[in-house]
């Protein structure tokens, strides 16, 4: 699966609460509809540009469709006031419409229904492979 193209990176997922992150958001924004083609590529170029400038915090940056959205942002934050500091910052983007919505997810709560590892998706991948060579 390596020499296929199959992973981007090697990563350790850590603890994020043991690295003083006490949230992570989810929050979707939608672009602007009413923009012209010209102001659309400009959108795009903004966008590429937001997620080299964003600040390390921010593990995700991606467009797509649903929940009547457009776009959604991961983030990890230390305390509220971070994560406030980034919608703030999403919200003054000229080609974003002005409201955002979030789902927060306390780090510390001490209720975890599955930890945000990839040991399940390995396991999903490897029982997949197996069926199929049957």
């Known amino acids: ?7 981007i990176e090697y990563t350790l997922i850590p603890n994020f609460t ?7 958001a989810l929050t ?7 923009l012209s083609s ?5 959108a795009r170029k903004n966008g590429l540009e937001l997620a080299k400038t ?3 915090n921010v593990v995700a940056i991606e467009r797509g469709m649903g929940l009547g959205h457009s776009v959604v942002v991961g983030s990890f934050h ?5 994560y406030v500091e ?7 983007n000229p080609y974003l419409e002005s409201s955002c919505e979030s789902f927060l997810i306390n780090l510390d709560d001490e209720v975890h229904y599955r930890h945000l590892t990839l040991a ?3 396991k999903h991948i490897l029982t997949s492979e197996e069926k199929q060579k049957r």
């Open 1 to 7: 699966m390596e020499k296929e193209g199959y992973f």
């Open 18 to 24: 043991k690295l003083g992150y006490h949230l992570f």
């Open 28 to 34: 979707f924004a939608s672009i602007r509809k009413e």
């Open 38 to 42: 010209e102001e659309a590529e400009k």
């Open 54 to 56: 964003a600040p390390p």
């Open 78 to 82: 230390k305390d509220y006031s971070s």
């Open 86 to 92: 980034l919608v703030n910052r999403l919200k003054r």
């Open 120 to 122: 399940t998706l390995a």
